[in-house]
């Protein structure tokens, strides 16, 4: 009597520690499935390019991209297919450094990063990828994006808020440094192309310039108007142009 109670004593010990054991591995309500994966948009095109989108091209959509504010460049992504998203951790690396270094995390919220923490070298091909995590703490990895900047062209005139005379107007710059191409771009107040027009660069000396049309200048004659000094210069290693896009500026047409 006594041997079948210890065997029974162990049995249920069996039991209860089989059940203890299987019930801390089904976990029926914890996501593992990870988030579809990210799609990072690389460089399409420049802001003047006779490049067809729906919607247009703009500088919300062109994908990875210098900016005027400094020696920074934008990266950004196509929506993300899930919902139940926490964090997008956001990784770098270059010609220089190829070892991917993670440079921050952002809300999940977001459709761009920027980034800005320190200034970028220029001539540099920096490439990105992100991690998206979800709330469950899975996480999916994007492709990989790269673009390189170059130095920001110098302004002088017009001089930031000037009124201008319509047939009177140059835009002239310095470079700064070497490119092949340069290209003033002009938008209106809400920053929508208005007109552009290249210069490619041989043997021209600074300073440069380019005129803006008397029609076109006549047209919104009363109106302010942006406009900045874009750059290019071919990349072998992007097989594509690395570019640059200078400060802005605004000019008042007279009326």
């Known amino acids: 009597m006594k041997q ?72 950004m992504w196509e929506p993300f297919v899930d919902t139940d998203l926490s964090h997008v951790k956001i990784y770098r690396f270059d010609d220089l450094n190829t070892e991917p270094v993670l440079i921050d995390s952002i809300m999940a919220n977001r459709s761009s990063y920027l980034d800005s923490k320190q200034q970028l070298q220029e001539r540099v091909v920096y490439s990105y990828f992100i991690d998206l995590v979800d709330t469950s703490g899975n996480s999916a990895r994007s492709d990989t994006v790269s673009y390189g900047l170059l130095a920001k062209s110098l302004l002088i005139a017009p001089e930031n808020n000037a009124t201008v005379i319509p047939g009177q107007i140059a835009f002239s710059f310095n470079r700064s440094g070497y490119v092949s191409k340069c290209r003033v771009v002009v938008m209106d107040e809400n920053y929508d192309y208005i007109w552009h027009q290249d210069l490619n660069i041989s043997v021209e000396e600074d300073p440069l310039e380019i005129v803006f049309p008397v029609n076109m200048a006549n047209d919104y004659r009363g109106r302010s108007l942006r406009w900045r000094v874009d750059t290019f210069d071919w990349s072998e290693e992007l097989q594509g142009f690395m570019g640059s896009e200078s400060p802005e500026r605004v000019m008042h047409i007279q009326p």
Request: with cysteine.
């Open 4 to 75: 079948f109670n210890v065997i029974s004593i162990l049995l249920s010990l069996f039991i209860i520690i089989s059940l203890m054991g299987c019930s801390g591995e089904d976990e029926p309500d914890h996501d593992t499935i990870p988030p579809v994966a990210p799609v990072l948009v690389p460089h399409l095109a420049d802001v003047g390019d006779n490049f067809t989108m729906n919607p247009p091209l703009s500088e919300e959509n062109n994908g990875i991209d210098t900016v005027p504010d400094g020696n920074w460049l934008r990266v």
